[in-house]
């Protein structure tokens, strides 16, 4: 399979001048070379599975816009919610994968959108392409926080993340300290030791942190906020550290809500701290993404 090849903003370490000079036809053709084993521009007919924003299920067939070893930039008519699981078919060789939406591009047309999503198996021959692994030092670096908590990480991005979080400022990670995966953007704190050591071990426990499977339940439950205004509102899906739900209120990135669940009408509030940590707007109301707070 041959497809154009992108650009990415991956730089090398600075050599010897005279030696540049020498070798610089080597080095644009290693360039190259390198591109293309990061990131393929070409139309692969696929057929996509899942749940749309409203909790629908669906299935729709539909091209790559771009795809690598990580995952790909896909065209869909259908809605999606970051962190959902996907599956993902290579209508031309019949490889099935999940894959984890890792966030939305711009508007296409119409009802159609991008959106960027994530191989959950590392190693998928899904494409039918045998990809080079990037040197070390390629992947771009950028300093990233936890929306909800504001822990700081100098992390190494794939490039669909770094594609989504230009497009929206905005990617899915997961988070140790909440415990769940949240949105995460751009950071304007100074780059600390602890910072550096935080990002390390972080990425050395990257594999057993990286998907928090959540279960989709549709249940009541009942919403305060901190200033005693309650919604009795409906979730989308659940996990042991927070959940999603939908309702017609309006809250913001980062306030604190109280969660009763699960909700009746006779039953004696318990409720959990839990913090908004996304929202995303759908047709049926706002959805909102909270992690529980100790």
């Known amino acids: 399979m041959t497809g154009a090849c992108c650009d990415d903003d991956g730089t090398g370490a600075p050599g010897d001048q005279i030696e540049s000079m020498a070798t610089e036809g080597e080095t644009r053709a290693l360039e190259a070379t390198r591109r293309r084993t990061d990131r393929i521009l070409a139309p692969v007919r696929i057929r996509v599975i899942g749940n749309d924003m409203n909790g629908v299920s669906f299935g729709e067939e539909t091209v790559t816009v771009s795809f690598n070893q990580q ?3 896909i065209s869909l008519t259908h809605s999606l ?10 209508l031309e060789n019949g490889i099935e994968e999940e894959f984890c939406v890792v966030g939305g591009f711009q508007q296409v047309f119409g009802d159609r959108r991008e959106w960027g999503v994530e191989a959950v198996n590392a190693d998928s021959k899904i494409w039918g392409v ?3 692994q990037p040197a070390e030092g390629v992947q771009p670096k950028v300093l990233i926080e936890c929306a909800a908590c504001k822990k700081a990480a100098q992390s190494a991005l794939s490039s669909i993340e770094y594609d989504v979080l230009l497009s929206t400022g905005l990617i899915s990670r997961h988070c140790d300290r909440c415990g769940e995966h949240t949105r995460w953007k751009p950071s304007e704190q100074p780059i600390t030791a602890e910072i550096i050591a935080s990002s390390v071990k972080s990425l050395s426990k990257g594999g057993e942190q990286r ?10 439950i009942r ?8 919604d009795v509102a409906q ?9 999603c739900y ?12 109280y969660i ?30 909270v992690c529980y707070q100790k």
């Open 71 to 73: 995952g790909a930039r």
């Open 81 to 90: 919610l970051p962190d959902d699981v996907v599956l993902i078919m290579n």
């Open 130 to 132: 045998t990809f080079t």
């Open 211 to 220: 998907r928090t499977r959540r279960l989709k339940l549709v249940m009541r």
């Open 223 to 230: 919403v305060r906020n901190a200033w005693g205004v309650a």
């Open 235 to 243: 979730t989308r899906d659940v996990s042991k550290a927070g959940l």
């Open 246 to 257: 939908v309702s017609t209120l309006r809250y913001n990135m980062g306030d604190m809500v």
């Open 260 to 289: 009763t669940l699960p909700f009746a009408d006779n039953q004696a509030p318990i409720e959990t701290p839990a913090k908004i940590v996304w929202s995303a707007e759908s047709s049926v109301g706002r959805f909102y993404g």
